[in-house]
């Protein structure tokens, strides 16, 4: 599969999973789709999401993977590739660190401000 097309499709997926997620989850936690990891021969495609607050993790992560046979139809239904990637899903580690970075920063300063 090209770079581009693999981009593309995988560009899509994170659209419509984020679509899906957003219609079926409930209120009680923020799913994000934060990014798709294509294999590089497009046969399967892990759906990467960060959810807040951090104690619905596991509880939104169970749901997503309940759902995977639903995405992948909503995906079907609005996506004309053929052969439609194997979906799995999971928590991103990396957005994990990044906002424990912000809070860090954030908390951090807050405390400096206090201390001069």
């Known amino acids: 599969m090209s770079e581009f097309r693999g981009e593309k499709i995988s ?3 994170k659209e419509l999973a984020a679509l ?3 219609r079926e989850a409930g209120i009680t936690s923020l ?3 934060t990014r798709v990891l294509m294999a590089p021969d497009g046969r399967k495609a892990t759906i990467m999401i960060s959810v807040l607050p951090r104690e619905k993790e596991q ?3 169970g749901f997503v993977k309940r ?4 995405l992948r139809k909503h995906i079907t239904k609005n996506l004309r590739i053929n052969p ?3 979906l ?3 928590i ?3 957005e994990k660190n990044r906002q424990k970075i912000d809070d860090l920063l954030l908390h951090g300063s807050s405390k400096e401000d206090g201390v001069n």
Request: charged share 25%; glycine share 8%.
């Open 88 to 90: 799995d899903v999971e």
């Open 20 to 22: 899906f997620i957003e």
């Open 11 to 13: 560009n899509n997926i």
């Open 67 to 70: 759902n995977l046979g639903e």
């Open 92 to 94: 991103d580690e990396g």
């Open 84 to 86: 439609i990637p194997f």
């Open 59 to 61: 509880a939104a992560y």
């Open 31 to 33: 799913i994000t789709v």
